[in-house]
């Protein structure tokens, strides 16, 4: 019962206090990562083909130092974390700060919030400026149907990413597992861009953030489903995700946008390219109404993953007790 119980203090923690506004473990490490990236990343941001010998050497180049700068990053905190843990009340408080760190619920809706109340007062301007904050494509231009829309992917997915994920890996194998998947998402979001500063640097990140969300993205997407329509919902997250740009994010959104009854996808601009992505879900347009009902979603899936988990370590106490 005790990881259980981690569990839901570390949630409960995330709830009340959220995350910190000065000194958050992660700015550091977003710092130290952008130094290392800055030394290390060699690419030619004025070409993104690689026809000659020196461009093919260069790639490959490119490659092993992010791969090499991702394992310097990632793997020695929780590997030392692993070694240093012992079964006590000291460790067991320190576990529950790193989860409450690595979960990223209570900041989940305080992004979409601050979205919705700009959006809510008609102030599309400042509307686009907080949407910025949470994806990648370019806002200036988005309109109020547009910014419902990339919101209400970014909870879905994020719901995922730093909810979900985080959690599901902790229960498998402690604070070490929850750390170094939360590394490894961030520097995803760092480096993880077809762009051609990172397409090739970034491209051991983007990998191994696509291996460690792969499980977590299917249980996601389950605790979506089972919320309403859960086989046409796993049925759209099968067969939409497969066709969408990210295969986990895909995933997860179209069993979300299923459950929501609304369609997601469709055109975007990301780094001065329009990129189109295939229709997820089911339904009518997504429009601000659906915000607040997607984090719903995410709120529900976090708390049915908890009793769920809380129930199973219980029922394993009663029976090594017989």
Known sequence: MTSALILIVACLLDYILGEPKRYHPLVGF???ANKLEQSFNRANPKSNHFNTH???SSQIIARISGMLCWFILTIPLPLLYYFLHQESWFFWLVDCLILCAAIGHNSLLKHARQILTPLAAGDISL?????SYIVSRNTSELTEQQIARATTESMLENGHDAVIASVVWFVIGGAPLAILHRLANTLDAMWGYKNPRFICFGWFAARMDDLLGWPTAKITSVLYACQGKLLPALRNARQQGQQYKSLNGGWVMAAG???LGISLGGSASYHGKTITSVTLGAGIEVTSKDIEPSLTLVSNALL???????AFT?????????
């Open 54 to 56: 020196e461009q093919q």
């Open 304 to 310: 049915i993953f908890i009793l769920s988990y809380t």
């Open 127 to 131: 509307a686009r400026h907080y949407c």
């Open 257 to 259: 946008a299923s459950v």
């Open 314 to 322: 219980l029922g394993l106490e009663l029976l090594s007790w017989h």
């Open 30 to 32: 977003g710092m130290l």
